[in-house]
């Protein structure tokens, strides 16, 4: 995996491959985007470049012994902190780890780089240790942070490091990889790329949870005219916000199968077109923005906070009896 495998992230690549050549390199980084769009690849390939024997325009040869040892999670001056799933973040420990061995001389690369991986995680505390390094940061090395919410991380620490910025991914590139990489069925890769909204990780993650199971159950009673918060029974937090996008992602479908604009390539639900173009000829313009309009509003109920089961009831009896 080299630079090129890294797709979408131009901007982001080319600044790390130009700060390379120009002998602009910082001390510390912080890689923000959503998950899954090539923030981790990128920076191991950038750590690669760092320490590569004969980097091309910035970028690393990805076969001298350096890359092969970085590429192999295998070189002393090279490491990745992630929290395990036992932490509820990352822990002071990691942070310790990491402030305790950066400091000392690379061994046998040019530069020591560290990834803190879901930087967002640390709590106050790891931040506190963290923040003292990147102070008075070491010469020899580079520390990369890597986050998909920067309001998690304390603006001390948002101040001393360079942020590079990761965008999500095209929709129709989602897709590619999720057939390519993760062998999924097109029209499952279509559904799962255009609810997730370019966010790969999210896609992969909703995949995993049974998604497909979750969205049946809600547009088989929304075009049944049965909908009732019953049908989200077991559903957790997240999952009810999954809930709503579905049934955003499913009245925009009707919307875009009504108004007959665009081809079924547009629809986020290809695999149920039939059904789309049914509900699209019974349903009115005004009643489809109507149930929009309700979906839309109680997610932001969900944001501040309303019971859950008493805001999804409240809309389920709306769109039921509109
Ligand atoms: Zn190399």
Not at 51 to 78: E, T, V, Y
Not at 92 to 116: Q, T
Not at 158 to 177: G, M, N, W
Request: aromatic share 6%; hydrophobic share 40%; net charge positive.
């Amino acid at each position: 995996m080299s630079f090129e495998n890294i797709k979408g992230q131009s901007s982001a690549v080319d600044f790390l491959k130009s700060s390379i050549e120009n002998d602009r390199v910082s001390h510390a980084y912080m890689f923000i985007g959503p998950s899954g769009v090539g923030k981790k690849l990128t920076a191991v390939n950038f750590a690669k470049a760092l320490n590569c024997l004969s980097p091309s325009r910035g970028g690393p040869c990805d076969a001298c012994a350096q890359c092969r040892k970085i590429d192999a999670a295998n070189h002393p001056d090279f490491a990745v902190f992630s929290p395990t799933k036992e932490d509820s973040g990352l822990s002071i420990d990691k942070i310790r780890a990491v402030i305790r061995d950066i400091g000392l001389k690379p061994y046998e690369g040019r530069k020591k780089v560290y990834i803190i991986d879901s930087a967002d995680s640390m709590r106050q505390e790891a931040q506190n240790a963290l923040l003292k390094t990147l102070e008075e940061p070491p010469s020899d090395s580079v520390l990369i942070l890597i986050a998909e919410n920067v309001n998690a991380i304390f603006s001390t620490i948002q101040s001393r490091v360079k942020r590079v910025r990761f965008f999500p991914l095209a929709s129709d590139e989602v897709t590619r990889i999720l057939v390519d990489n993760y062998k999924l069925d097109a029209k499952r890769a279509q559904v799962l790329s255009g609810i997730s909204s370019g966010e790969l990780g999210k896609a992969l993650k909703y995949e995993k949870e049974g998604f497909f199971e979750k969205r049946s159950r809600i547009i088989d009673s929304l075009a049944g005219g049965t909908f009732a918060d019953s049908d989200l029974e077991g559903f957790s937090k997240s999952d009810l916000r999954l809930a709503l996008d579905v049934m955003l992602t499913w009245y925009r479908d009707i919307l875009i199968a009504k108004a007959g604009a665009c081809t079924r390539a547009a629809l986020v639900n290809i695999d149920k077109a039939d059904i789309i173009d049914a509900e699209a000829k019974k349903t009115g313009f005004k009643e489809l923005n109507n149930m929009i309009s309700q979906v839309i509003s109680t997610c932001s109920f969900l944001d501040q906070n309303v019971n859950p089961k008493l805001a999804m009831g409240v809309l389920g009896l709306n769109l039921m009896h509109r």
